[in-house]
């Protein structure tokens, strides 16, 4: 009994210690973009955010889903572009518009560490370990949807497909459909999870889910007919014409990243070079499957970034690091056989991890 006692002490503790430092983290964010007061309380966040509100009033005024009042277009991701829609037609305070966006994004980023926390745990991850690793990815959410855009919405919906993913193929499908419409790029993820399924239980997987799974594909396909249909392009016309280059080569523009000197940028770089590490393991029986479907989805990310266009990644282009970083390196604080079990070390990690954050709360 006293044993049980003390693990539930543990276990509140490590959701409290978290809760507590991720209300720091946003309320710093509410003063860093100036939500509420300031001199930029009518444009907080990044360019391309504008590009949703002005095809959202567009849609709004016009009835007619456009950027410049003549020209269809598909160039969103479209889950967050009717979220913004919906918000956008509910109140005509700008103030108030901003600060149900951010607030927005900051609920689902808290929403994703439940998620993943849950996750892990299913998948034999200690309750200290879940929770250093899912505290870490929905901080990294956070990061990379501050400015505004899509990365939140579509953590959470993936992040909650995850807990159902041969477990129930009807939720898993519904959730996942979701985490597609807000980043058409998660299809990525999805690919590999299924794959690896099909690779190392084959016969288990599709006697139980495959068919079932399998609506998935069916809804991308309908998805992709009625952009065709409408738009006459099967996916978002700006990553389309990103794409319009006559032979098939490698852009060092992709990892331009690398080279910035923002402290942003360096933070990202710094998350990309653990990833390169991370590779070393790749066929190593010490790392998680799962670990290793998500260094396998982020390098597929960039490869493909890089041969299909040249244009450089914008900071929340880069969020496939938000979960594969910390699963590294949690992988490798087993290897080198972490054991620390005082729960006081997931404290001193939030605030470490506050401290280190401090200096990347610009807007961009």
Known sequence: ?????????????????????????SIFILLRLEILFGSDVEAPFTDDFYYYL??????????????????????????????????????????????????????LSFCVFINFKSFLISNQYTDLQAAIVSSFISYLTLFFSKNGMEISLAMFFFSLSLNYFKKNSYLFVIFGFLAFLS?????IFYFFLILSELLLRKKIYIQKFFIKDSIFLLLIIFYLTINIKFFGFPFPESGIAKSLVNELRFNVETFSFLESQSMGMRFISLLFYINIFGLLFLFSKKFNTFTKISIISTVFFFLINSLRSAWPLWTW?????????????????????????????FFNWNFFFICLWLPFFKKY
């Not at 980043?183 to 299809?187: G, K, L, N, S, V």
């Not at 282009?317 to 005082?342: A, C, D, G």
């Open 1 to 25: 009994m006293q044993s049980l006692k003390s693990f539930n002490l543990k276990k509140n503790f490590l959701n409290l210690s978290f809760y507590f430092f991720f209300i720091i983290s």
């Open 183 to 187: 980043r058409i790029d998660f299809i």
């Open 54 to 107: 002005t095809i959202s009033r567009n849609f709004l005024n016009y009835n007619l889903i456009t950027f410049d009042q003549i020209n269809i277009t598909n160039g969103f991701q479209p889950l967050w572009f009717f979220y913004l829609t919906i918000i956008n037609y509910l109140t005509s305070s700008i103030i108030l518009f901003n600060f149900l966006v951010i607030f927005t994004i900051i609920l």
């Open 317 to 345: 282009h880069l969020y496939f690091l938000s979960i594969s970083t910390p699963l590294i390196i949690m992988e490798i604080l087993k290897i080198i056989n972490f054991k620390k079990k005082n729960i006081h070390f």
